[in-house]
């Protein structure tokens, strides 16, 4: 599962720094060594942190004890404009070099120290970091004839990266009190036992790091352990370190020294220590009851949402054995919170932004909240608001205010570094928009449906606020590495050992149109890019998205590929009796690729019908099914 999501990045990240001690050259082993699935990705000995960039986890916790080297992750983070221009203004030259080696960097901004750490590091000799007893940097320069001291692409990728991970400058037992969870997965490459002449490289610190020292980092692996995390440590192949750890899985591997003025001496042995989570363990949300941490789910006006039978999909769910899951149409996404509270890995994936937005909020993130103080900032005036919002859709759904509103809190989302953040101050102005609007639909323009009740009068602000605080709320880790994404069903490629497929229902006697309904927050949600608009009709809707869902024909080949695409996992589908493919076909179609189809029937009413002369009749109170294949 790890390889097949690192598949999907679109490109490999290269370490910003050169690093003696780096472990670029050992990744294969490491990788081949790591868990299948895990919650957050923590390394508190990060230095180069060459296996954090080629894995791009989604959530991280990263440390060093060195402030000069967390300070330049943290403006790479926050401030890489800026950088690029200091780093910029930085030569190759010898003079130079040392001019800016002595500098004080007590008297430097934030900026210029980074710029500095980057630029000593690419310009001296062999990429080393060593200081003198007085913390100075030493280090002769490097005489390279062309060396990259800014590499803007590598830094802007590198700079996605970092803006979600946390970067902490603190003692790697601090970070781990603090941090490390069940099913973590935690990678210790501390400085090297017996001291060498590469192993002070790795700190950017004048502390060696003693045989005492060893021993506490053994006892904290042990720890770590006992906790159920994972852990993977490289170390020496000396007396000491093979001792601590003999209780563990052990491996030694080949590896070249890079700094070594004798060639003779470049080849070393490294060992690689593998800790896996003691069997006694428990997760803290497993502690606690699923339906207590399902209840915190922010429920959503959604047409077809399995908010109310979402316990008979939980039990389908559970009498098959799997790990990872995937949600092959999230909707509402209640169901992958469901999957997720009961301790599931979970891939969500929805075709609607909107929909693929509130997964990434609840589902992929396992920790981000939006403080609120930051929410109510986002409310204020924004001299960048492009006004889309209140120029397009002016007095069709809401006042001009609430527009402008609208637009100030798009164009303040967009200052948001963190894409979490951004995730739930979206997902919440969608929820504020969905509360605020009769009916919570945009097929109509006015308020012809409003009945005074209590969401209708209260303000838009104020349910944007409230929306932070539901989806807050609802931020939990479930010690797993989720994942959240908006694709094409079938064009999707996930190995997962159950899929839960609940596409829109086709049935001739109504539509299924999500985009028709809901066109609105989810041109909040994409920033109506890739949207064809149609600027003639009443409501400014665009047009929908390409669906084999909305024919029977279609709706029939669409079930046949997907269950063909599957057909190695346990698939589990909901499907409404008054929808077509019928029953009895579903049953045959999926028995062409299943041993063993069951069928559970749930009586259950929609919230409100597809069409208004129909709500009365039988059309909304319906069987549910939810067909179980699998072999």
């Keep these: 599962m790890l390889a097949e999501l690192n598949n999907v990045k679109e490109k490999s990240i290269r370490p910003v720094l050169k690093w003696a001690g780096g472990k670029r050259q050992l990744i294969p082993q490491l990788v081949a060594r790591m868990p299948d699935s895990y919650g957050t990705y923590l390394e508190p000995f990060f230095g180069g942190g060459a296996l954090f960039f080629h894995l791009q986890p989604n959530q991280s916790v990263i440390a060093d004890a060195n402030p000069e080297l967390i300070n330049l992750y943290r403006v790479i983070a926050s401030d890489?404009?800026?950088l690029v221009v200091e780093l910029q203004q930085h030569k190759n030259d010898s003079d130079y070099f040392y001019a800016q080696r002595a500098l004080d960097v007590s008297e430097l901004t934030d900026i210029q120290t980074a710029a500095r750490t980057l630029f000593l590091n690419r310009t001296c000799f062999n990429g080393l970091y060593r200081v003198n007893k007085?913390?100075?940097?030493?280090?002769?320069?490097?005489?390279?004839?062309n060396p990259t001291i800014c590499d803007e692409n590598a830094l802007s990728m590198a700079a996605a990266l970092l803006r979600k991970s946390t970067i902490i400058?603190?003692?790697?037992?601090?970070?781990?009190?603090?941090?490390?969870?069940?099913?973590?997965?935690?990678?210790?490459?501390?400085?090297?036992?017996?001291?060498?002449?590469?192993?002070?490289?790795?700190?950017?610190?004048?502390?060696?790091?003693?045989?005492q020292d060893q021993i506490d980092l053994a006892t904290e692996v042990e720890k770590l352990q006992d906790k159920g995390c994972h852990v993977l440590l490289t170390n020496s192949n000396s007396e000491l370190i093979l001792d601590l750890y003999k209780k563990f899985k052990l491996d030694i591997v080949d590896t070249k020294r890079n700094i070594n003025s004798k060639a003779t001496k470049r080849i070393a042995k490294d060992v690689i220590v593998t800790v896996t989570p003691a069997k006694h363990y428990a997760s803290t949300f497993l502690q606690a009851s699923y339906q207590e941490q399902l209840s915190k789910y922010p429920p959503t006006r959604f047409m077809g949402s399995k908010n109310k039978i979402i316990e008979p999909i939980q039990q389908a769910i559970a009498s098959q054995p799997c790990e990872r899951v995937l949600d092959l149409f999230s909707g509402s996404g209640v169901v992958s919170y469901m999957l997720k509270a009961c301790g599931k890995q979970v891939i969500s994936n929805d075709y609607m932004a909107f929909s693929a937005l509130i997964t990434k909020a609840l589902i992929e993130n396992n920790t981000v909240t939006l403080p609120l103080a930051m929410a109510q900032s986002l409310l204020e005036a924004n001299s960048a608001s492009d006004h889309f919002v209140e120029q397009t859709f002016n007095d069709l759904y809401f006042t001009r205010s609430e527009n402008q509103l609208i637009d100030n809190i798009r164009a303040n989302i967009k200052t948001l570094e963190n894409p979490y953040t951004q995730a739930i101050a979206t997902s919440a102005l969608v929820r504020a928009c969905?509360?605020?609007?009769?009916?919570?639909?945009?097929?109509?323009?006015?308020?012809?449906?409003?009945?005074?009740?209590k969401d209708l009068t209260t303000s838009l602000a104020d349910h944007f606020l409230?929306?932070?605080?539901?989806?807050?709320?609802?931020?939990?880790?479930n010690g797993k590495n989720n994942s959240a994404f908006r694709l094409d069903a079938l064009k999707t490629e996930f190995s997962p050992d159950l899929v839960y497929i609940d596409p829109p229902y086709y049935s001739p006697h109504s539509d299924n149109e999500y985009v028709r309904r809901y066109?609105?927050?989810?041109?909040?949600?994409?920033?109506?890019?890739?949207?064809?608009?149609?600027?003639?009709?009443?409501?400014?809707?665009?047009?929908s998205y390409p669906t084999p869902f909305n024919t029977r024909k279609g709706t029939y080949e669409a079930f046949d590929t997907l269950f063909s695409m599957y057909r190695h996992s346990t698939l589990v589908v909901s499907y409404s009796s008054n929808s077509q493919p019928t029953k009895d076909e579903m049953l045959e179609l999926l028995a062409t690729y299943k041993s063993k189809v069951e069928v559970v029937s749930v009586n259950h009413r929609y919230s409100f019908g597809n069409q208004r002369h129909k709500v009365q009749n039988?059309?909304?109170a319906v069987s549910e099914y939810i067909f179980i294949a699998s072999d």
């Design 434 to 453: 969905f509360k605020k609007r009769p009916r919570g639909i945009f097929t109509y323009v006015g308020n012809r449906y409003n009945d005074g009740r």
């Design 134 to 145: 007085k913390g100075q940097f030493n280090v002769p320069f490097g005489k390279y004839v």
């Design 519 to 543: 066109h609105f927050v989810e041109g909040i949600a994409c920033d109506w890019q890739g949207v064809e608009m149609q600027w003639e009709t009443k409501t400014r809707k665009f047009k």
């Design 80 to 82: 890489l404009d800026a």
């Design 466 to 477: 409230i929306a932070v605080k539901a989806l807050n709320d609802a931020v939990f880790d």
């Design 618 to 620: 039988n059309n909304n």
């Design 169 to 211: 400058d603190a003692d790697y037992r601090c970070v781990l009190k603090k941090h490390a969870k069940p099913n973590d997965f935690i990678f210790l490459d501390p400085p090297y036992h017996p001291v060498s002449q590469y192993s002070d490289f790795k700190r950017y610190t004048k502390e060696q790091f003693g045989e």
